[in-house]
Each structure stands twice: as C-alpha cells, then as structure tokens.
C-alpha cells in the first residue's frame, strides 16, 4: 500500500487549539503542504494574526513572527523589504483583515507587495467570543449583534476581494471555501497559485477562503459547513478576480 | 572626517545610515519630514528600502517586521505621530526586538501646533503603550549629539534588544550645525540568532512574539525585560554638568531648552548668582545620581521645560527626595523659554526660600 | 471496475469528534465511536469495516485536525 | 571676541535662507561655532521667511535670537517691522531699500541702506540681491572673509551651480562698496 | 432601589445608560468584551446608538464625534486597544470634550495575556498621548464603586470638557456584586453652548478643535486646560484610608489589589502586625495629601500593584517626598499577588528598616 | 444688471489661506453652494480633515470639526450617530482619506453611513509640503519619491473611487474635476447629488475632485491645470460609479 | 460567622459557571456579602471552567480564591486534581462521583461523594447534575436556604423557564438528601 | 445676435493673481495687471474693456478666492 495521505512537514507537531470542525486547521494544512510542495519551507517566514489562528506561529514549521491585530501586512512588508528573496505570508481572519486592518491589506495591495495572504473569512470574531465582523451576513446574529446584523445601521457585508481587485498591485485575487474536499483541492490549488505569484515577483497575492466558525456560530461543525454552503457561498462567490499569468 | 553643516533631520538620516542602518519606514508629519526625504534619496543608493508608510501605525508595524528579520531598521515622527505608535511600540519592547524611534517633538495635545515642544516626555518615559516596558530614551541638545546618539542608539538597540527613542524638537530638526562623523568603536555585539530570516531547514523555526497566554509565562517575560531595564538604570545613565560647583540654584533641563538655561545661567553669573544646570541625556534611566552632586550651596532645584506645567519635574522630585524645594519654568504649546524669563523666574524662586 | 483498496489511520487520541470525516466519505464507513472517549474527551472517527475503504482520502482532506492518514493499493 | 547673532528675514524666494546658510558655512570653514535655524512657519503657505545665524568663538548655547540680534538684515518691509526690535543697542541693520521705503526708527543701532535689488539687477540679475546684502554685511561687520563666502557657495552648490562664481563675487563686492 | 447581582463590564454598561449616555464606539477585545456586547443590546431599545467600529483608534474618533456634538458617549477597550486610542484621547483633551473611557486592564506589554494588570497606570495618569493633557482617572474597587464611578465620570467630564478613564482590570470586569443604582444628585452643569449641533441660522458657526497654529494661542489654550487640572488637583482627589491609625507599615494600593491588599493587612493584624493603606480612588489626581495623614509609628511605604516593579510608585515617591523607605511588591503578566506574599513581603521590608 | 455670481452664504467672510491658484478654494465654493441652494446650512456640520485644508473649519459657514488626521469619517459616523437628522459631511485630502484614512472611509462605506465626503485628489500631499500620496501618478516626483514614483517599489496610484464603488454602502460614487468651468460645474452638480443621496438616506455618498496643487508640483496654477487634464485625467476617468437612483 | 469561599469547577457546559451564579444571588437575597469571579481562560476554546464565589457575613476583600477556598465542588476529574489542595484545612470537598473515580487524597478535609450526573437522570435530565451538587453543597454548609436558590433561579432566568423550577426543586432535594 | 452684456468686479485686494480667471475668460478681457502689486504682493487680475465681457462667470467660476462678482444684463 502507497501512503496517499500523510501529514505535511510544513506542520510542526503541536496540536491544533481549535474547537472541534474548526476550517482553520484545513487551511493551515493545505497552506503548509504548498509551503512544502514549493520546497520554500525553509525560506518562509509568516506572520500570524491577532485571532483565533494567533498562535499560528506555533504550528506552522517555519519562521513566524506574530503582528499586532489587523497588522500583518505592515509586518510582512517590513520583512519582505529587509529580506527581498524570502517567502513571506501572512495568515489573517476577517476581523483582523477585514476589519482594523483594512487600511494595511489595501495597501500592501496597492503597493503591490510581493507577499502573500491567506484570508480566513468565518463571518464572526471567534477569538473573543462572536462579535460581528464586517464580514457577518445581514441577519447573522453576533455577540453585539444580538438582534442580527441589521443592514440600516451596519450596511451589508464587505467584499473584500472584490474591493482588493480594483487594486492593480493585487496581482493575484481569488475566493475559495473548504466546505467539500474538491472545494478543499480548489482553495489549495489557488493557495500554491498565490505563493507562485510571489515567487515570480509579480506582486501582491490574496486568497479569501469561506470558512467556518461552529462554536460561535453555535451549531456542530457539520451544520456549521451547510450554514456555510446556504448562506455565505450565495453572498460571497467562489473565483479568481485577479491572475497575474492570463494577462500576459 | 571633515566637518559638514546639516539640518537636524537629515543628520539623523545620515548618521542611521553611518550605523549600518538600510531600513526605514515613515509616514510625513512636520518637523521631522526631512528624516523621511533624506532615506528616501540615499537608501535606494546602498541598496535599502525606503518604504513611506500608509500611516504611523503601519509604520511602526514595519519597523517590527524588519527588526525581526535582524535587520537595523529606524522610523521617525513627531508627537501625533508618535501617539499613534504607541501600541506598536509595545508590541516591540514585548517581543524584545531593536529598532530606532525618532520624535521631533511638537506642541500638543492634539493636533496642537507644529513649534518646538517638550510635553512628550511622559509619552517617551513613561511609554504611552500598554504593560510594563521602558524604552532608552536620548535627548540630545545639538546637531552633533544628535548625530552621535543616532548612532549609538543602534547598537544599544541591538544590545538590549529594545526600542531606543531619540527625543528631538522641532528645533533641533529643523537647524544646521556643524557636525562629524565620528569613528566610533565598534561595540560587541550578540549574533541575531533569534532573528526570523528563514529556517534554511539548519535549525529549529524562530518565533518573534509578544504573546504569552499562561500567566505565569507573561511574568516571566516580564521578569526578563524588567532585568535589561535594570542593566540599563546601572549602565547607560548619561547626563552633564555645567557650572554646579557652589551652584545655589540648579537648574535641570534637557534638549534644546538645556542650551537657552546655560546661557540664563551665564546671565545669572553676570548678576552675581550662582547657579548651575543638571543635564539628563538619557531621560530614561532618568540620572538620579546626578543629584547627589549637589553641592550643599543650593537652596533650590528648577526644572526648566517646555511643558505646561512640567512633565520632567516628576523624574525630579523622585530624584530630589524631598531634599530641596524644587520650582518650575515652562512654556509650552510651541513657545520658547528665553534666557532672561528663566533668570526672572530663578530669582523669584530663591527670592522665595532665602 | 475493481474498486482501489485503501486504509485509513486515525491518530485517535487528537481526533475531537467534530464529524466532517464521517459527512464526506463516499462509502459511509466512518462513524464516530460514541462508545469511547479519547484523552480529549471525545468520541473519537472510527472505521469498522476498513474493506470497503477506497484510499479516496476525501476524510483526510476534510480532516481539520490533519489526524487522518491515508494508504492504497 | 565675536558673537554674531544675524537675523536674515524677507519674503520667500528672495533668498534670505541661502544667504543665512552661505554665511554659517562659511563661518564653519573659518572654524567658528555656528549655527543656522529657519522659522519653519505653520504648515501654511506664503508669507515671509527668516532664518537666525550664530557665528561665535565660543561655544553657542541657544540657536534662538530673541531681542539679543547684533545684526538684521530686512530684505523688506515686514521683515524691517518684525525684526527692527530684536537688536540689542549698538546693532546693526542693513536694509534693503530697493524695497523697503521706510527708515529704521531707533537711534541706538547703526543703520545701513543699501540698494540691493537695484545694484544686483545691475549685475545682471535682481536674483544676487541677497548676495550684495551679504557683502554689505561682512564688509561692516568681517564677520568672515568673502572669499570664505565664496568657497562655502563652491561646497554648497557644486559644480552645476560654478558659472555663478563670478556673478556672486561681484555682488558681494559691490555689497560691500555700497557700506564703504 | 433594589440590589442585583451583575458582572462588573456590564454594570459598566448599565451604570453609562443610567446617567444618560446614549452612544457607545467600541472594538471588541478581552476582558471587557461584555461592554460592547450588553450597550449593542440595549442601546437600541432606548433610541441610542451602538456602533462596533473598525478599530479602536475608529471608535475613539467616533467618540470625538458624538461628544463634539454634544451628547453623552462612552468607550471601553483593555490595554493595547486604550494604547492605540492615545492619539485620540490627546486630541479630546485639546478640543475640550467630555466623554468617558474605560479600560479593563490585561497583561502585557505588546498582546501580552488576557489575565488581570495593573501595568497601564502611567499610560492612563501620564496620557500616552502627545501634549501637556490628564485626564481624571478613578480606581474603583468593586462592582459597586465601578456603578458609582462611572456615572460620577460622566458628570465629571462634562463639568470639565474632558475625558475621564475608568481604569479597571479584567477581574472587576468579568466579577459578579450585588449592586445598586443609587439616584445621585444632579450636579449642576454648564450648557453646552459649545457643540457643533447645526447653527440652524440662530447663532455664529460652533468649531470643535485642537489646532492652534500660532504658538502663543496653543500656550493659551494650554493654560486654559491647566487650570482645569489644577482645580481638578484641588476639588477632585479622592481616596480611601483602612487602619491607617498607628500603622507601622502603610501600604498604597488602588482598584482590585486594594481588596487584596486589606486581607493581607487583615493577616498582619492578627500576627500583632500593625498595617494601614491608603487607596487612591481617584490616580489621577493623586491623593498627595493623604500621606500627610501618615502617622509617626509608621516606618515603611509598601506600594503594592499587578505590575513588574511598580508604576504607580512614582507618585508614591512623590507623595513621600523622601520622608519613609518605600517597598514595592508586585505581581504581573495576569499573576495576582497573594495576600500571604503581601504578608511576608511586608515583613521583609519591615525587618530591614526596624 | 443682474447680479449672476456673487460668493455664498454658505463660506464665511474669511479669506483662503492656500497659495494662489490652488483649487481647494473652488471645491470649498462649490461645496458651500450646495449647502446653501439646499437650505442646509442651519443643520450642517462639518469635518474638516487634516492637510491644507485644516482650516476649513475657518471657511464653511456652519458648524465644524477638526478630525485627527484620517480619521474624519469616523469623526462623522460618530456626529451623525448622535444627530442623525443633521447633514453630515467630511473634507478630505488624499494623504488624509486614501492613505492614512483608508480604512476609515471603507468602513464607514461599508456601513452606509449617512454622511457626504468630498474627496479632494491633488496626487500630493500638499501640507507638509510634497511627499507622495497613494495617488501620486507612476514617475511623478515627490520629496519621499525624489527619482519620480517607482511602481516597482510603490505600485500604482490608487483609484479610491473605483475601489469604494464596489462596496454596495456607497451609495453614491463620482469622480469630477475641477479644471474648467465646465467641469466645475458638473463637479458641483456631483456634490449635490451627493448631500441628496445623504438627505434620502440612502447611504454613503463620496465625490472625488481632481484638483492640482501648484505650490508642490512647482508650477504655475495655469501649468498645473494643464498638468491635471494631461496627467490625472487620463488615469483617473471622470465619471459617476454609483448612483442610488438609477438603481430603483 | 459566615466566609464561605467556593470554587465550582468543571467541563464547560456542565452549568458550573451558572451554579455559582445562583449561589451568589441566592446569598445576595439573603442580605448577606457576595462576589462570583469566574475563570475567564485564555482567548482560546475548550477545557474547563470554574468560579471563585463568596458567600459572607463581612465585607469581601480579595473575591479570588487562593489556597483559602472553604469548598470545592468538583464536577469531573481535571478540577478535583486542580483544587483539591486550594482547599483549607478542614475545608468541604464535593465530587461528583458520577463521572470521577478518584477518591480524595487529603485527609484533613470533609469529602462528599456525591453522584450526580446519575441523580440528574433519574431526574429526567443529566443537565441538573448542577443542582443536585448545590442542593448537597446547601444541605451541608447551609449558607442560603434551598427556597432562596429556587427564588434566584426564577429572578435569573426568568418566565421563560419557570417550567424548570420544579425539576431544580426536586435536583436541589435530591443532592441534599444525597448527604444527608 | 446681440452679445449679453456683463460686468464684472474684483475683490482686488484678494487676489493672488494665480492667472486662472485670465485662462477662462471666452473673450479673452482678463489680464493680470503687472504694473501694479496689491497688498498680498500680487499683480491683481484687472479687466479693462468690461463693454465686451459677455458675463458668462467663466471667471468668477474658476477663482480659487472666490473674489468675483459677476452682473449680466
Ligand atoms: C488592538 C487589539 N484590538 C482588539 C483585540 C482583541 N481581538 C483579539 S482577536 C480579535 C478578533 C479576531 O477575529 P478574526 O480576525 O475574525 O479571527 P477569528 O478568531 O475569527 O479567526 C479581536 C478583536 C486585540 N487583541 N488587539
Ligand atoms: C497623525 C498625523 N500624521 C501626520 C500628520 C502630518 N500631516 C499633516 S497634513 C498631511 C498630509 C496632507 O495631505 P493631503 O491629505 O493630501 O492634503 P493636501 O494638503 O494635499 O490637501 C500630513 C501627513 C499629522 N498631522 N498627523
Ligand atoms: S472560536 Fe470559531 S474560529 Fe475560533 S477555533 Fe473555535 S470554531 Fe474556530
Ligand atoms: S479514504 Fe475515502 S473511502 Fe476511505 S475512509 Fe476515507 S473517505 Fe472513506
Ligand atoms: S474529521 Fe478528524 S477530528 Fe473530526 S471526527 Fe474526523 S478524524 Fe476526528
Ligand atoms: S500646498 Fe498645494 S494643496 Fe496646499 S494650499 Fe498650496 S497649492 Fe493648495
Ligand atoms: S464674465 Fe465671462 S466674459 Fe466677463 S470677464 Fe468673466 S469670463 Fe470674461
Ligand atoms: S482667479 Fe481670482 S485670484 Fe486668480 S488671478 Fe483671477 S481674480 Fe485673482
Ligand atoms: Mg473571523
Ligand atoms: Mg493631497
């Protein structure tokens, strides 16, 4: 029997923190294994978000620095300047990008910022108990949205990549989920898409991944991959908004 | 080397780049926006990155990526500015990195107005950000300590693994002076093995972090930064002197205003009174030991700033110990003490406890 | 046509019962062993009848815990 | 012993700034303490510009001028009513009466008219005015040497500027007749 | 009225609404997350207005907003989110305006922990923001004090047209007391003839602002707002004393530590130790004068705080004016002292002085 | 005769401090008449931002707020919050809004925020005297870009009109100038619509006015026009990018 | 005199927050001094919870709990481990023998073996595994009255679980009864 | 047809002589008047044949310092 399945050497052996079905150890695993797949594992430096995944510098097994909330972008530019021929990310949710962030993200972007970013989008805060996000959908109830987003008073949800696609340094743009295991083969084909786009030097790279948040979504993990399906995937569509490579 | 005139501003530039120093990330703000001018012209051309930030905040964020990439990295602002780094700052002295803050400091609060002002003093002492850190603090008074502590905050940066600030004002960023550039003896440093540079899969991943979730682990990490912070208070306490032998009024300023309180003491000396000045040049550690050299001739201590009220009169009431009666001469909001008010207010005082 | 034959290997004592395994194996084999509790304290994936597994590794992709490794033929 | 504190003051773009920094660079060769400090005004636009020079034996404590000016040079008329009152008795102020109508109103300074604009116009270019108000000034006070002037315009400008050499010898030469 | 039993951050809340504060600005962030979370509830039932901002530094402009036109509003962060407001607050305190921020304190420095501390003591008296500003700080120590507090804070910063902080720490905002809504007097307070509400053709445009571009204007307004603190330094101070009376040892501890401080005291007395404390309430301004109540037995100062080596020390150092030897023990990162380590460090201090 | 252009109500009697020829004070003229032909003085609050235009507080005839630097949006989220039956607007330089306040004005984007934002575009930053702002073309020079902006290192401008417009709470978008009369025309017509939108209630409304600055492009204010139609113009189109009643 | 100091410890989701929350509300109808302080981890999920509460006839100082808890109420293994020796001298061990094993290791403290999760369900309901311990915990300590518990347990949650009351009656009894 | 006739006025001691008014004007009436230097130290914008101004307000509309007023028959 020939092993089809193993844990990547991107992942070092800590165990996940994450509650029971939380996405974010799908997308750190298939994150990692483009690190591994790239042979780059060695040259990777990430920078962990202030969130849930904050202690992404744990699991991940390559250099990592940790930024202050919604920072991560600053922080990898301040890297990939001093350190040009690195491989440098950051991992960043939707309160922490979408949210404080929003200025650093759009300029990296405008920079065109030879990094990458994987963007957890799980419509909630869930590190500090499910508070609404910009990415919360219209109804959702959140910790301070007790009421359900209401649209008069909060607007609807941001989409960030379609905003970051206006930008011309975002070279590369795409949404995926990790709801199915093909969506999973997808998301992570456009995570290795991202780093290639850093490699080549074509500028700044984002992959938005829907994803979900159980516990403060309060339902089981697989109710909370259907919510997924039914209610973000209409709101927030699955492409590329933006390909370095088909403009040549 | 032979002596060059140079604003304020770009000598820092310059002697940053003197230092080793290829990184500098800013965001404009007057009167400090030739230190972001001058990197932008003369970093391209060794090789370094120049990067104007899309803010304060962003920047001091850079400025931790590029300390923990083990690179020397510099920012510089004035006080707005500076406030808006405060967390950054923090997060900086949390996860023990190196790096260069300049504050050309102006008149607040708020937007306040873009003169000369010393009311950042508790902001650069004390640390505007959140939990229990320091930063080494130089204050230099001319172009060429400005240069010269420029210089040396790099490596005590690099030593200490902490944030140096270089508190400037606007006057001195804005002047020319004669400067050198000094050789300086290289200091013995430890190699950045901490630094995240990539693994190269030779050695274990580095983590840069403030973050400690468990208590006990967060004191700590405490318990570790507080043991520089008294490394520090024992070793880089700098300060001068000037005419305190029989001194019976001693003055203590520091920066720009330290110059306008010579000359007000010389002016003194004409009219026959003895006074003398304490000059901290590191305001934190703030130099307490300067006090005890006090001669027992003086009747009083004024603490001369521009400042509302005074701010640096703290560190020197701590340091006074209820010893002599201190007074106070300030102005503020970018106003400028003049050597003949300081004299009127230093004779008031004695006046007062004679 | 034959189906590939595969086995499936649970690091047991990370799994934190979440379920998303079980919800995506094509042949329904993966059931969540209310029987046990791991030192987690969950109720930990199991496979009974580990023939009819087809080494798809849809249970490992899906796997948030990257627990799940997977072999065939 | 000298103790210059020279306040150069006029409108933006009459060169008031370089002149103040030609004088300090030149002090600086000749090996005194200087120094150069320019109002840097309110982030706003327009108006008037000066900046204050030290040129000393000795050691300079504050760069600041604050009604102890031994010089003033007006290149117009606000700067002449801002800065009249900043000499100490016994100072000196050249006005530039090319522009400035008006005459110094106190008695205790010595006062200098010289015609800057026009006599620099007669060079060639109204753009020297600044240079013959610094020859007026060194040939009164010889604060340093014109020749120092000119190698400090050397250092500062370099060689894209070195076809201005003579035009800016010869205003500081004529500077200087018009105050022998 | 009758008591309830509420947790400290949502007594916050209720305490805010109860004296008339319809608008909140706020950013999520632990331990004081039930802030946020209870005004979004119920804000909107009494027509006010909740917004989660973007970021703190969003929210604190929010708030300079809403309190620049004239109604009463409150925000609430913990430490790196108060360190990134500095800017802000600098700017509230120059243009004049009254609003009230709270800060559950947590560990740091940088992200740090989410467990209690006190290490935000010079950020919140000193102002990490730029210029010459305070703000009126209160220390309370339980649930109660926090209901009391806070509604005292917004009439304060409205007599004042300044900010006022309620410094708590994560464990007053996550504790459950009965409390009670007492009806407090109304104080008699100016109008705000000041707001920018619309001029509605009746009057001359109103401008809130903290720029002031000619120097001696900032002066003025700097003198303006001094005058305020110092009547603030007269009127305001407020503090508690326990068992001050023959003391041989006199602790200064504010806000939870305090309670702490009182079992350990507790603990000396029945060891035939004789220990007072003093308890600033409000930190700002700090209650110099309660060490004149000092009594001759006492030989030693003990400033006790959730901080690595002490903040609140400084003003200790201060008050004392070199009379005592001052002790300091301390706890930090979210580690809480014990009052039997409060007990022997106390004993410590005072065989060495005896 | 009739009188057929006289100056409004709706500015104060003090006179502009920019320099000559600088077109902040036609966008201030345009923006005051609006206030005034919509009767909306006695209800109008301002914010001005910080930048040359500081001391706008100086110049509109009704009441006004200095914000920190950027943060003018939140500044207005938090006045017209308070005050909803107020007219609310900001007026923002491109350092101010696009680069230091980028996150700010999305969010208040993203939220609808019922409030008017005059977006003034002159690719500098003009108060502190030069430096490069997010929207300084490719090769143009700036005293922190002296070789002329590199969009290797850089990027391209940013276009925050084109990047607000996919946010669906920007309810109104236009990108005018206000390089002849004509389009000083269209451009008021633009902030009309644009306080319009704010008195609907339909959400958030933003103009962004192509404008020069002589003083730090170093050219006369007759050059600099030419330099905006030749330069600006091309890659910034003018044009309306959301409108809130076309959609009805 | 009243001090009672009791930590409440378990698996999140086992109502141990929401029993000390009765207990403390039940104490404050009583008139007497409370606090609830609970454990509020790092930002992180999962593990387990607990809640420090006084219940006293003197103004509370310090509400945390240190080395000087009167009672521990254990609820699953992890928390008798953790507590067991917060536990004063003489001080009152309550475990849930339902789903811990272990015994007591101290022997200068009283145990209460008290299967609750086995009560509850015969209850009709393992969620009132809570009440059972609280209502053995009462039994033995007396600190509120059990009708005092019922009272804050309507004042808490209200209309819309009054239907619960008789089945916490009846949880509250059986504990105690558990003890008796 | 007729030309409309108009008139215009200058807050002469305003103007910064910036030139745009001059750029404007369709009849091409408007110069800065170099002679003279106001007491902002510009050379004002001046019309002197104000019988062909069409009092269109192309000026007054491009003016930075709003110091036009425009009449029009
Ligand atoms: C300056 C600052 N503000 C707020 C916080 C508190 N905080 C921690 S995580 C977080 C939100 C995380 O949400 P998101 O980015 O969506 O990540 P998730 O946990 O959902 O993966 C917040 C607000 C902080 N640590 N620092
Ligand atoms: C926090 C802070 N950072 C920086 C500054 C300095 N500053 C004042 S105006 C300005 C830029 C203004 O440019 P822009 O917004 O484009 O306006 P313009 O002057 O071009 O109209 C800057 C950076 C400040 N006052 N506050
Ligand atoms: S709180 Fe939500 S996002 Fe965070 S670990 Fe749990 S499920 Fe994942
Ligand atoms: S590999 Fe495929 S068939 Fe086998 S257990 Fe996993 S999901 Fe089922
Ligand atoms: S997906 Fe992984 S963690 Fe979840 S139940 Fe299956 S094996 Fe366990
Ligand atoms: S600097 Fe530029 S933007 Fe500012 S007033 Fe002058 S021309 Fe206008
Ligand atoms: S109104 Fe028209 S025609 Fe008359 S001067 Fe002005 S631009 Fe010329
Ligand atoms: S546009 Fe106005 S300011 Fe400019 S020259 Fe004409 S009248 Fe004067
Ligand atoms: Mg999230
Ligand atoms: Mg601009």
New binding site residues.
């Given amino acids: 029997m020939a092993v089809v399945f193993n844990k990547t050497q991107g992942l070092t052996e800590k165990e996940f923190h994450y509650c029971p079905g939380c996405t ?1 150890g799908i997308i750190h695993r298939i994150t990692a294994e483009v690190l591994e797949e790239l042979g780059v594992l060695g040259d990777a430096i990430g920078v962990a ?5 904050v202690l992404a510098y744990d699991y991940f097994n390559c250099d990592m620095n940790e930024a ?2 919604g920072r991560a972008p600053a922080v990898a530019t301040g890297i990939k300047r001093a350190l040009p021929d690195k491989v440098v990310f950051t991992y ?6 979408a949210s ?1 962030g929003a200025a650093e993200v759009v300029h990296a972007a405008h920079r065109g910022e030879k990094i990458t970013t994987i963007f ?1 989008n ?1 419509a ?5 108990g499910g508070q609404m ?1 910009p990415t919360t959908l219209v109804g959702q109830k959140a910790t301070t949205a007790p009421y359900g987003r209401d649209e008069s008073l909060c607007g609807q949800p941001l989409k960030v990549s379609e905003m970051l696609a206006t930008i011309n340094g975002a070279a590369f743009v795409e949404r995926v989920a990790v709801d199915t295991p093909a969506n999973i083969r997808k998301a992570k084909k456009a995570i290795k898409k991202a780093f290639e786009c850093q490699l080549e030097g074509k500028g700044y790279a984002i992959v938005e991944v829907l994803s979900t ?1 159980p516990t403060n979504w309060g339902m089981t993990p697989v109710d909370a991959i259907s919510w997924l399906q039914e209610n973000m995937m209409p709101y927030y569509p699955m492409g590329n908004l933006r390909n370095p490579w088909e403009v040549e | 080397m032979a002596k060059v005139l140079m604003k304020g501003n770009e000598a820092v530039g310059a002697a940053a780049i003197k230092a080793g120093c290829k990184y500098f990330f800013g965001y404009p703000i007057t009167p400090q926006n030739e230190v972001p001018e001058y990197m932008s012209k003369e970093l391209p051309k060794i090789g370094g990155s120049f990067v104007q930030a899309e803010s304060e905040v962003a920047a001091i964020n850079m400025v931790y990526g590029a300390a923990g990439a083990g690179v020397r990295v510099m920012t510089s602002s004035s006080s707005p500015g500076i406030a808006l780094k405060q ?1 950054g700052i923090s997060y900086i002295a949390g996860a023990e990195l190196p790096c260069v803050i300049v504050n050309m400091m102006r008149g607040g609060p708020g937007l306040g107005s873009i003169q000369s002002s010393q009311s950042d003093y508790f902001q650069a002492t004390r640390g505007g950000g959140n939990g229990d850190y320091r930063t080494l603090v130089y204050a230099p008074a001319n172009v060429q300590e400005l240069v010269d502590y420029t210089m040396k905050a790099f490596d005590m940066a690099d030593y200490y693994r902490n944030p140096v600030l270089v508190l400037g004002d606007g006057m001195i960023g804005q002047m020319m002076e004669p400067i050198e550039f000094k050789e300086t003896e290289k200091m013995d440093l430890p190699e950045k093995d901490w630094a995240t540079t990539g693994t190269k899969g030779a050695r274990k991943p580095n983590i840069v972090n403030s973050l400690r979730l468990q208590a006990p682990e967060l004191e700590a990490l405490n318990q570790k930064i507080e043991a520089k912070y008294m490394e520090m208070e024992e070793k880089e306490v700098i300060y001068e002197s000037y005419k305190l032998e029989d001194a019976e009024i001693v003055f203590v300023a520091y920066g720009t205003v330290s110059r306008i309180t010579k000359n007000a003491i010389d002016l003194l000396e004409q009219e026959g009174i003895k006074a003398g000045l304490i000059r901290p040049i590191t305001l934190w550690p703030f130099p307490n030991k300067a006090f005890a050299e006090i001669p027992a001739t003086a009747k009083a201590l004024m603490s001369v700033e521009m400042s509302q009220g005074g701010q640096m009169i703290d560190d020197v009431k701590i340091a006074n110990e209820g010893r002599l009666p201190i007074g106070f001469y300030g102005r503020s909001g970018g106003m400028v003490p003049a050597p003949q008010a300081i004299v009127e207010a230093a004779k008031e005082l004695l006046g007062g406890v004679k | 046509m034959a189906k590939a034959k595969g086995k499936v290997t649970f690091d047991e004592a990370r799994c934190k019962g979440c379920g998303l395994c079980v919800t995506v194996c094509p042949v329904g084999i993966i059931k969540l062993d209310t029987s046990r509790i791991n030192v987690k304290g969950y109720h930990p994936a199991t496979v009974d009848e580990m023939d009819k597994c087809i080494g798809c590794a849809n249970c490992a992709t899906m796997c948030p815990d990257v627990i799940i490794s997977v072999e065939r033929e | 012993m000298l103790n210059e504190k020279v306040v150069c003051a006029g409108f933006g773009g009459q060169g008031v700034m370089s002149m103040g920094k030609l004088l300090t660079y030149a002090g600086m060769i000749e090996d005194k303490q200087v120094s150069w400090l320019p109002s840097y005004g309110p982030e706003m636009r327009g108006g008037t510009a000066n900046c204050a020079v030290m040129v000393s034996d000795t050691l300079i404590g504050s760069p600041i001028i604050e009604k102890d000016a031994t010089t003033v040079i007006a290149m117009n008329l606000p700067s002449l009513i801002k800065f009249e009152e900043e000499l100490v008795p016994g100072g000196k102020l050249f006005i530039n009466s090319s522009l400035i109508e008006r005459k110094a109103q106190r008695d205790d300074i010595e006062v200098y008219y010289v015609p800057a604009n026009e006599i620099a116009v007669s060079l060639g270019t109204g753009k020297a005015a600044n240079m013959v108000m610094l020859g007026a000034y060194l040939e009164v006070t010889k604060t340093v040497k014109s020749e120092t002037v000119i190698e400090a315009f050397k250092k500062v400008f370099g060689p894209t500027k070195a076809h201005l050499v003579p035009l800016n010898e010869n205003a500081l030469l004529k500077g200087a007749e018009a105050v022998k």
């Fill in positions: 974010h978000p202030v969130g849930c995944s202050a909330h960043q949710g939707d309160g922490d990008l404080i957890v799980n909630i805060y869930g590190m500090t996000a948040c | 967390e």
